[in-house]
């Protein structure tokens, strides 16, 4: 309830417990309308049951998560990789 901002970065990359996936709708829930989110995936939004295993409360957070909402698309090679101190021969 005290920010106005909720940022949840890598979504997807671990999965979620069902436990875990209930309160992370309710803390969705509770943002929804009232408070902004930004989330960063590299999951398209077909393999989200894939972090939440719960069909239903898949859809019950996309649908919270996509109201509203701008979809940005990166789409291209990995900044991180093209940037990174490692270079291949």
């Keep these: 309830d005290q920010v106005d ?3 949840c970065d890598e979504w997807g990359y ?9 309160l992370l709708y309710q803390v969705i829930a509770g943002c929804y309308e009232k408070k902004s989110i930004i989330l960063t995936t590299n ?6 049951n894939s972090i939440f295993f719960d069909e239903k409360l898949t859809n019950a957070i996309l649908d919270r998560m996509v109201h509203h909402s701008h ?6 090679p990995s900044w991180r990789l093209q940037n990174s101190l490692m270079k291949y021969n």
């Design 71 to 76: 979809l940005l698309i990166f789409d291209g």
């Design 14 to 22: 671990i999965p979620i417990d069902i436990e875990g996936a209930k």
């Design 5 to 7: 901002l909720l940022i």
């Design 43 to 48: 999951l398209e939004f077909s393999k989200w």
